[in-house]
């Protein structure tokens, strides 16, 4: 059984309190609302991981390898957040709640070197996707175990996927087990397909 945690609620009344007609600023340019459905895009289809065989490693351009089992990581604070989702093809989901691990916790723990730029980012099905170290270190960027109050699905990712809220949902990357920091902006799997390097949806970053 997982090990209880400690965990920060973060109440964002703004995304509680509007109503389909009050969303204004927070749905990107070409972004529609989805209310009643979560649509599930994946790599290479779901994998399906036990915690005992899920294990999380940062290394690269750090002060400290890490590796971390699904014990460990559950020891480690976490945050409950209310926060948005941009999908490339053009839908939005808003104001779900999402528990984890900040990303910035994580980057304590390894201590990124003066040159890192950017985290790699690995998952269990082969996928990478690349993420600015600073874009990772914004709030509300977490490896994330609960959705809506609920252990992740295996389709949304179990037993952990990682969110980048204000990035399109790409960088949201599935099945994560590995954060690798470098000293250059490399593309993922998707970017060096010819998405965005960043992904930023005010700007319609969606492809090169």
């Not at 209310?35 to 915690?51: A, K």
């Not at 910035?104 to 998952?123: D, F, G, I, K, N």
């Amino acid at each position: 059984m997982r090990a209880r945690r400690w965990c920060l609620s973060v109440l964002i009344l703004a995304s509680l309190a509007c109503g389909q007609d009050d969303y204004g600023e927070r749905v990107p340019p070409g972004q529609r609302v989805l209310e009643d459905e979560f649509p599930v895009f994946s790599f290479r289809g779901n994998r399906y991981l036990t915690t005992d065989e899920w294990e999380l490693q940062i290394w690269g351009a750090v002060e400290r390898d890490t590796t971390l089992g699904w014990e460990e990581f559950g020891l480690l604070p976490c945050t409950t957040r209310v926060e948005d989702f941009h999908c490339v093809t053009g839908w939005s989901r808003l104001g779900d709640s999402w528990t984890g691990v900040e990303g910035s916790v994580l980057m304590e723990l390894a201590r990124p070197e003066s040159t890192a730029v950017s985290v790699m980012v690995h998952c269990a099905d082969g996928y990478t996707t690349n993420v600015l170290l600073e874009d990772f270190l914004t709030p509300g960027v977490m490896l994330v175990t609960e959705l809506n109050g609920r252990p992740l699905a295996a389709e949304h990712g179990y037993p952990v996927r990682l969110i980048v809220p204000h990035l399109y949902a790409w960088k949201a990357a599935k099945w994560v087990t590995g954060l690798e920091l470098r000293e250059s902006d490399d593309p993922g799997y998707w970017e060096s397909h010819g998405y965005h390097i960043r992904g930023d949806p005010w700007r319609e970053q969606r492809y090169q």
